[in-house]
C-alpha cells in the first residue's frame, strides 16, 4: 500500500509542480484534475498520474504538518484539549495524558502546539 507525502490539498493543478510533487485533490476539482476529488495527484516532470484512495491508505500532509487518512474521506486527528479543572486534580495521570498526547504529536499524528 502507497503512504506518500502530500504538499495539501488543490482544486486544480499548480502552474509550476516539481516532479515528485503530490496533492490531494479538493472538491471542486477543475482541469486536469476534474471529477478525481479525493484522489491523489502526482506530478512525475511530465504528467499527472492520478491515484484513487483506498480505506486506510495514510498520508502526510506537509501543509498541515501531520498525518491524514483516507476513511471514506480524508480525515485527521485534532489535538485533545489537555487535562483541566475538575474537583480532584490526579497530578500523575494529567502527566501520563500529556505525555501521550505529545508523543502522538512528535508521530504527527496530532498537530504540535
Known amino acids: ?3 506518500p507525502v502530500v504538499e495539501g490539498d488543490a482544486t486544480a493543478p499548480p502552474a509550476a509542480p516539481s516532479p515528485g510533487d503530490c496533492w490531494i485533490v ?3 476539482a477543475s482541469g486536469a484534475w476534474e471529477g478525481r476529488e479525493d484522489f491523489l495527484a502526482s506530478w512525475d516532470g511530465t504528467q499527472w498520474t492520478l491515484c484513487q484512495p483506498c480505506e486506510g491508505m495514510q498520508v502526510f500532509d506537509r ?7 483516507y476513511l471514506s474521506g480524508w480525515r485527521q486527528a485534532v489535538r485533545p484539549a489537555l487535562p483541566a479543572g475538575g474537583s480532584n486534580v490526579d ?5 501520563s495524558i ?3 498526547i505529545d508523543i502522538l ?3 504527527a499524528i496530532f498537530p504540535s502546539n
Do not use: C, F, Q, Y
Request: aromatic share 0%; net charge positive; charged share 30%.
Open 1 to 3: 500500500m502507497l503512504h
Open 26 to 28: 479538493a472538491s471542486p
Open 63 to 69: 501543509s498541515k504538518g501531520k498525518r491524514r487518512a
Open 91 to 95: 497530578v500523575e495521570a494529567r502527566a
Open 98 to 100: 500529556e505525555a501521550i
Open 105 to 107: 504529536a512528535t508521530l
